[in-house]
């Protein structure tokens, strides 16, 4: 067993004034290294919100996350900001893209916030030309069609190395061709890169192309 990630019992609610909105009622949750995971549930359910505690851009009511049976929720913000920034890549329906930066920059600018690397520049190129995008390295975002603004979104949640992926509706914006060369260059290079990726997504064609599928409902995780 090569266990990365653990949820035990997470609760999450959100307050709004004096009302609370439960989202995650006790998911627990096993994650192998190297495995794929896709998430499905009704929107609204908390998939997003369940990412965003899994990788510890949000923290739980109760219950803890462990990575390499690290606990998230008793990490020093400092060791938690680093493990967010070198362990764990995330990619969003909406790319996030900085339009001000052209292609390379976009994928260099993590290793600004992680390990600092010599060969930054290097990596970015490497992961551009996997995803087919070598030759509009110098282009701005805008220039981009949404399927290729998401793979410059994918090399650059892949330029610190990560160990984990987590993919919040990264095909949520593409047609099913174009978000399907999408998936195909994230598996290419999660089996490359040794990644486990964690998924949300709505489309269950799109599920089935991972190894685990789980199901958000009522708060908790069905396999
Ligand atoms: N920052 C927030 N403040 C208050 N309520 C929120 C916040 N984020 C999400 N919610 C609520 O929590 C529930 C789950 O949201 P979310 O995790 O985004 O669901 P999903 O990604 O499955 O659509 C929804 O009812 C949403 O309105
Ligand atoms: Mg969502």
Redesign the pocket.
């Known amino acids: 067993m090569n266990e990365i990630l653990r949820a035990e019992e997470v609760h999450k609610a959100?307050?709004?004034g004096k009302r609370a909105?439960e989202?995650l009622h006790g998911v627990s949750l096993s994650v192998q290294r190297g495995e794929t995971l896709s998430v499905m549930?009704?929107?609204?359910?908390?998939?997003?919100?369940?990412?965003?505690v899994l990788g510890g851009l949000d923290k739980p009511d109760a219950g803890d996350i462990f990575f390499e049976q690290t606990s998230l929720v008793s990490m020093k913000p400092s060791k938690r900001a680093a493990f967010r920034a070198n362990r764990c890549g995330f990619i969003f329906q909406s790319y996030h893209l900085l339009p001000e930066l052209d292609v390379l920059q976009n994928v260099v600018l993590p290793s600004m916030a992680g390990v600092g690397r010599k060969d930054a520049k290097e990596r970015a190129r490497h992961l551009l030309d996997r995803v087919g995008l070598s030759g509009r390295m110098d282009h701005r975002p805008m220039e981009l069609s949404g399927g290729e603004q998401q793979r410059v979104a994918l090399a650059r949640a892949l330029m610190n190395e990560p160990d984990l992926i987590l993919a919040?509706?990264p095909t949520g914006n593409l047609d099913s061709h174009t978000g399907g060369n999408v998936l195909h260059n994230l598996f290419d290079l999660a089996q490359s890169e040794q990644l486990t990726v964690i998924m949300?997504t709505h489309n269950e064609e799109v599920a089935r192309l991972c190894q685990r599928e789980l199901i958000?409902k009522d708060g908790k995780l069905e396999e």
């Open positions: 959100y307050h709004i909105v989202v549930g009704a929107s609204g359910s908390g998939k997003s919100t369940l990412l965003h919040d509706e949300v958000l």
